[in-house]
């Protein structure tokens, strides 16, 4: 495929001739999910359609929804939220019994906007119950080839990175990344229950020259080293597999047999850009609720607001079997096997940017 070097999107998108430098990029969006879906189709996935509208849009703490409500035939009013991910629909139709599905899902988060991101995007999320979450690293590994392939890319950049689609991931914990681009012990700020150390991190942080302030959290200052020293150097000449996150950092992700310190969390980046957040899925819907009670309290400290908590999502992880799952950010990966520079030219109606 032959894209144009220096095509941007103008606004407004609908003008003809901004509408011609995009096209290609869409185009080749089109390609890839054309191609992904194949994938799936070939390994006995199903793929679901799951409702956008939902009680609940999530749990996370720094996660900002879409609110609305629905009105009753007598014109009581119900809020609801836009999902900012189908995870919650997707695990319900585990425990319904599918076995492996995936979606390609609209979803919404509020309080983003720039070349990476979108208040409406595309996720695609997929599901293996009774597989492993290695297992899923090897379908990333596999769908940054496909892209590169159905676009004719031979090398993914982006903001002066560079990657070989083709390559096989590095793979890298949070402990060896921590201590190989900010020289931090990363475990011994953990107790083995999980606990951490926020005094003991403070001070490898600013032994390293990292500001620290008095009111952040343990969470605050892993953030601050993850940001500032680790992802600058992540998904450089080959794609990076960043795994084995702090419990505390992995909400809906089961512990790791190997070190219950740390969960059953990767990312995967490309050129710098995060594209893909999967677990091993927790399926302790007590433990689940601890961790929304705590990431919600933490919200309500930070945002002033919090969200509810969906009842049935943890009746069905009394019944969801073991399993494996995976959001990737399917318009990322478009720009990124494109050669698109912002998220809105791989978009094909982008939302109005009244409020950027």
Request: charged share 25%; aromatic share 10%; proline share 5%.
């Amino acid at each position: 495929m032959t894209l144009p070097q220096n095509a941007k999107s103008r606004a407004p998108w609908w003008k003809p001739e901004t509408h011609a430098d995009r096209r290609p990029f869409l185009i080749g969006r089109n390609a890839v999910q054309t191609v992904l879906r194949g994938f799936f189709g070939s390994r006995d996935f199903i793929e679901v359609d799951t409702a956008t509208l939902q009680i609940s849009p999530g749990n996370e703490t720094h996660l900002h929804a879409f609110a609305t409500e629905a009105l009753t035939i007598g014109g009581e009013a119900a809020p609801l939220y836009l999902h900012t991910s189908p995870e919650f629909a997707a695990k319900k139709l585990l425990a319904a019994g599918e076995r492996r599905i995936f979606t390609f899902a609209h979803v919404y988060r509020n309080r983003e906007r720039g070349p990476l991101h979108h208040p409406e995007f595309t996720m695609l999320e997929w599901y293996r119950v009774g597989e492993t979450y290695e297992q899923l690293m090897a379908d990333c590994a596999d769908m940054l080839k496909l892209a590169a392939e159905t676009t004719g890319t031979k090398r993914f950049s982006f903001r002066g990175m560079e990657i070989d689609p083709f390559a096989e991931p590095e793979r890298l914990t949070l402990a060896q990344a921590f201590d190989r681009f900010a020289g931090i012990d990363l475990l011994a700020t953990m107790a083995a229950d999980g606990e951490t150390d926020r005094d003991a991190l403070a001070a490898m942080l600013a032994k390293n020259g990292l500001r620290v302030s008095p009111d952040d959290s343990w969470t605050d200052l892993f953030s601050k080293v993850l940001v500032e020293k680790i992802e600058p150097h992540l998904g450089r000449d080959r794609a990076t597999i960043l795994c084995e996150y702090p419990i505390s950092e992995a909400a809906l992700a089961r512990p790791s047999a190997r070190d219950p310190r740390v969960a059953e969390r990767f990312e995967l980046y490309a050129c710098g850009v995060e594209l893909a957040n999967a677990f091993g899925e927790l399926t302790d819907a007590g433990e689940q609720r601890r961790r929304f009670e705590h990431d919600m309290a933490e919200k309500q400290r930070i945002y002033g607001e919090t969200y509810p908590i969906d009842e049935d999502f943890l009746d069905a992880l009394e019944i969801m079997p073991d399993a494996s799952g995976a959001a990737l950010g399917f318009d990322r990966l478009a720009m990124l096997a494109t050669g698109a520079t912002r998220i809105d030219q791989v978009l094909w109606a982008p939302v109005a940017e009244t409020f950027s």
